[in-house]
């Protein structure tokens, strides 16, 4: 297969960035009010104070006072990435008993400057599982606000302590949760002219990290599919890129669409029976969708140029774009069928990788001047604001709840990508850890 190197040159661009020219080469309550609107406000103070256990058991994860302190650290550590939150240091941390968990001494923890008091218990259960609790006071009322429990296996004691922290994120912010939730990226290592690129997934935290393809072949722009089971991507095996749907449960890939067309640039839509992907014939690169199942792709643009990087809106009416019809690439809306494709982004510069929110009141997007910048703008292209301003910031993934983006940053004479993420007032960035280089994130939905 022989492509136009404008066409080669302008996907590079548009979908994979830079480094992927490699293929070319080759509601609160009354007292405690948490502001998650509008500017960016001081973070709450709270105590998160380690988790107590009735008797300390062995468990396949360790001891259960040794799980309860652990169990507290993530708690606090996810409260504090959101940048909404700041948990008091250690240092005046008192130790809770099993007996104090349900009953606080408001009395000290008046004294610390916490304004709500996160504690909770780890006890083993005879059937090897464990259970969880979690309550969340408001030290100035000195009353509970809330309290849930959560009953999990040893293995999968991290998830109880993002559903405690998505517990407590929700009531005091009013916002949907997002802890408990995965992103799958490419984990890149090895010079460009050479790089490794693999599949990986991993908590949205970076734990619990393990890759899911051997970099034998390149992997590019995976997406989580609603079942939370299925990602789909692009993949250069047998030298021919085409889109494979991955099944995280068995660990087999199949190839979904198949021909001796380039293919890239898989989306799954909301309902989970059609795959949108871009498919270049011709010199003309066009979207199209196929049932995920595998079937007859249906086209869906039909115009001069290149048309790529398609994203849903959270019903599946409608599909954000970019394309370069115009002259230059920018992003567009259709319907879901193809009909009423029109442009939204009419500022200065380049717009690319559009990401729907799954809130439905914003897309996301790289804006392309004299560097890479992630943005945000309403869905009739109003009420544009660039949210970074870093050297390249790219690729944009939004959280379950909508209000934080993931989005893979390249500092500036390094070469190697990173994983970071900005919440909407662009004040509170966090670097996601990752063994090794990450591009091309895509934050899962939350988990059941």
Request: glycine share 10%.
């Amino acid at each position: 297969m022989t492509m136009p190197t404008r066409l080669w040159t302008r996907i590079a661009r548009l979908i994979l960035a830079p480094l992927a020219l490699l293929l070319f080469h080759q509601a609160a309550f009354a007292q405690v009010e948490v502001n998650v609107v509008g500017g960016a406000s001081a973070p709450t103070p709270i105590a998160v104070p380690a988790m107590p256990t009735d008797t300390p058991v062995n468990t396949a994860a360790g001891p259960t006072d040794q799980l309860g302190r652990q169990l507290a650290q993530v708690i606090s550590d996810d409260l504090k990435n959101s940048g909404l939150f700041r948990p008091l240091s250690p240092d005046v941390l008192r130790p809770v008993s099993f007996q104090q968990v349900s009953a606080p001494t408001f009395d000290y923890w008046s004294t610390t400057g916490a304004q709500a008091l996160v504690q909770g218990f780890v006890k083993a259960n005879s059937d090897g599982t464990l259970t969880v609790g979690c309550y969340l006071y408001d030290v100035f009322a000195q009353n509970e606000l809330q309290r849930q429990g959560f009953v999990v296996s040893p293995g999968e004691w991290r998830r109880a302590a993002h559903k405690c922290a998505d517990m407590v994120y929700t009531r005091m912010t009013g916002d949907g949760p997002y802890f408990d939730s995965r992103i799958v990226y490419v984990s890149e290592t090895g010079p460009k002219t050479h790089r490794i690129k693999r599949l990986a997934i991993m908590d949205q935290d970076g734990a619990n990290h393990r890759f899911l393809t051997n970099g034998q072949s390149i992997v590019l722009t995976p997406r989580f599919a609603p079942n939370q089971q299925t990602i789909v991507y692009m993949s250069y095996a047998n030298k021919q890129p085409s889109i494979h749907v991955y099944n995280l449960g068995s660990g087999h890939s199949r190839e979904l669409v198949s021909g001796r067309h380039l293919t890239f640039g898989p989306v799954v839509s909301p309902d989970g029976r059609w795959v949108l992907f871009s498919m270049a014939i011709g010199g003309n690169t066009d979207l199209y969708r196929i049932p995920i199942g595998g079937g007859t792709p249906q086209r869906l643009t039909n115009s001069p140029g290149i048309d790529t990087g398609g994203s849903y809106s959270p019903d599946g009416s409608r599909i954000a774009f970019e394309s370069d019809r115009s002259g230059t690439q920018q992003v567009y809306i259709m319907n879901a069928d193809g009909s009423n494709q029109h442009r939204i982004s009419f500022g200065s510069g380049r717009y690319g990788t559009p990401a729907w929110s799954p809130r439905g009141d914003l897309i996301a997007y790289t804006h392309i001047g004299a560097n890479f910048r992630i943005g945000v703008m309403k869905p009739d292209g109003s009420g544009q604001r660039l949210l970074t301003d870093s050297w390249q910031d790219e690729g944009p993934s939004w959280a379950p709840n909508g209000r934080v983006i993931v989005f893979q940053r390249t500092p500036r004479g390094s070469g190697l990508p990173q994983i970071w993420t900005v919440d909407l007032t662009g004040q509170y960035e966090h670097h996601i850890p990752t063994p090794l280089g990450g591009s091309d994130p895509d934050w899962g939905p939350l988990r059941k």
